[in-house]
């Protein structure tokens, strides 16, 4: 089963911007439906975004025109770039995959694979 690493947080002004990569352990990334989510401190995980196989993406309409998900398969990984951050934003984010669905929405039952996590902190 294909391992997931995530890698790209920091500490951001507001308005600021970072881009989140997600690598895989294994050259299969392309077979993949992949997402992220967030979870705040004392919050509920929440799915930010996710892409099918055949590219199909869906968004958060709290990050819609602000967050965008794609997926280099040559390189194996998965990123979010994240532009306009809020500290509504802050959060850890995860990486996540699913090897047998190809249509996948933002819902954690989609996903099946977990990153660790790395933070992001938007300050005001």
Same mark, same amino acid.
């Given at each position: 089963q294909v391992q997931l690493v995530e890698s790209g947080g920091g500490s951001v002004q507001t308005g600021g911007s970072l881009r989140l990569s997600c690598s895989a352990t294994k050259n299969s990334l392309y077979s993949y439906s992949m997402g992220w989510f967030r979870q705040a401190a004392e919050k509920e995980r929440e799915g930010v975004a996710s892409i099918g196989l055949l590219?199909?993406?869906?968004?958060?309409?709290? $990050?819609?025109?602000?967050?965008?998900?794609?997926?280099?398969?040559?390189?194996?990984?998965?990123? *979010?770039?994240?532009?306009? *951050?809020?500290?509504?934003?802050?959060?850890?984010?995860?990486?996540?995959?699913?090897? $047998?669905?190809?249509? /996948?929405? *933002?819902?954690?039952?989609?996903?099946?694979?977990?990153?660790?996590?790395?933070? /992001?902190? /938007?300050?005001?």
């Open positions: 590219s199909r993406e869906s968004y958060a309409d709290s $990050v819609k025109g602000r967050f965008t998900i794609s997926k280099d398969n040559a390189k194996n990984t998965l990123y *979010l770039e994240m532009n306009s *951050l809020r500290p509504e934003d802050t959060g850890m984010y995860y990486c996540a995959a699913n090897g $047998v669905r190809s249509r /996948v929405g *933002l819902e954690l039952g989609d996903f099946y694979i977990w990153g660790q996590g790395t933070q /992001v902190t /938007v300050s005001s």
